[in-house]
């Protein structure tokens, strides 16, 4: 899943309107963030495979320590607590970590069987790739409630706070929807590079948000005498 991760982040600013959005979508990210510079360590393993999935051309042969579900729950607890010491807050703290298992349960509804449980250990997934338009019917409607979430917390101070939130979700879709069409990678050496992307989209967050304001914010010195 891909803009499945950034709805989950865009809503969390409903839940907790003090999470800052560019962490949010660091910790909703965060597997695929680590994956490439496992894959380029040479301790994680990903294959060019055409037509692996209706949705993909890639088969996800071994991703131990970024995608099994024992190491998730560890890369979980550890983003709460840094989450806790960095924002101050065990509320802030708690929804990073669901933020950051949340990628991999969206992930099981999309990949086939290949997230392990635990490292060597069995694997599991649903399946979502393997139809292009229940993928892009179900995970294209979360990206619609996450952002619809995501403009009721917030509001555009200006133009950049509109333009920017909706550049980066739109990039985001294009990048997402053209999976199926998009030539086969060369090599997985070019996946991991190419992958290192996605690393702009807590930056590129942190800088809309510092043109959004919460929903109702600049209503609030109205309410003091001057």
């Known amino acids: 899943m891909f803009v499945g991760h950034l709805a989950v982040a865009l809503g969390a600013k409903k839940v907790e309107p003090t999470i800052p959005l560019g962490a949010a979508v660091a910790a909703a ?5 680590l994956w490439p510079i496992l894959l380029l360590a ?16 890639l088969a996800f042969d071994s991703y131990p320590w970024s995608h099994s579900l024992v190491m998730v729950v560890a890369w979980s607890v550890l ?3 840094a989450a806790r010491r960095l924002l101050g807050s065990w509320r802030v703290g708690v929804i990073i970590g669901v933020l950051v298992l949340s990628h991999w349960a969206l992930d099981f509804v999309t990949h086939r069987p290949d997230l392990p449980l635990w490292p060597a250990g069995p694997v599991v997934g649903l399946g979502l790739w393997n139809s292009v338009w229940a993928t892009i019917a179900l995970e294209g409607a979360a990206l619609g409630i996450g952002a619809f979430l995501y403009l009721g917390a917030t509001s555009a101070k200006d133009r950049i706070g509109s333009w920017g939130f909706y550049s980066l979700v739109g990039l985001c879709t294009a990048i997402w929807v053209s999976q199926p069409w998009a030539p086969v990678p060369p090599s997985a050496s ?4 190419g992958a290192l992307i996605l690393w702009l989209l807590p930056p590129w967050s942190h800088w809309v948000e510092k043109h959004r304001a919460p929903e109702g914010a600049e209503e609030a010195p109205l309410r003091y005498a001057p």
């Open 29 to 33: 990210f965060g597997l695929d963030l």
């Open 42 to 57: 040479g301790l994680e393993v990903v294959r060019v495979s055409p037509n692996e999935t209706a949705f993909t051309h």
């Open 79 to 81: 983003a709460a607590v």
């Open 190 to 193: 070019a996946v991991a590079w």
